[in-house]
């Protein structure tokens, strides 16, 4: 192969590269948007921000046994 074969060789699998690891991080940034919206849509406004003790915190404190 000449230089500029080796060239494009190694462009073009840069440019996999990159374009499946955009896919995996596009899949990723879909679903845990997907993921906030559930939780908050199965959570109703409270009027107030601050610390709620929902059912993901009670599981964290479970399985961390406090």
């Known amino acids: 192969m000449t230089s ?5 060789a190694a462009a073009r699998r ?4 990159l374009a499946s690891l955009g896919a995996v991080a596009g ?6 948007g997907t ?3 559930e939780a908050a849509a199965a959570e109703p406004e409270q009027g ?3 610390y709620r003790e929902t059912e993901h915190v009670k599981r964290v404190y479970e399985l961390a046994r406090f």
């Not at 500029?4 to 494009?8: E, F, H, R, V």
């Not at 840069?14 to 590269?17: I, M």
């Not at 899949?27 to 845990?32: I, M």
């Open 35 to 37: 993921r906030q919206s």
């Open 14 to 17: 840069r440019f996999l590269k």
């Open 48 to 50: 107030g921000k601050g």
């Open 27 to 32: 899949t990723v940034a879909a679903a845990a």
């Open 4 to 8: 500029d074969q080796d060239g494009k």
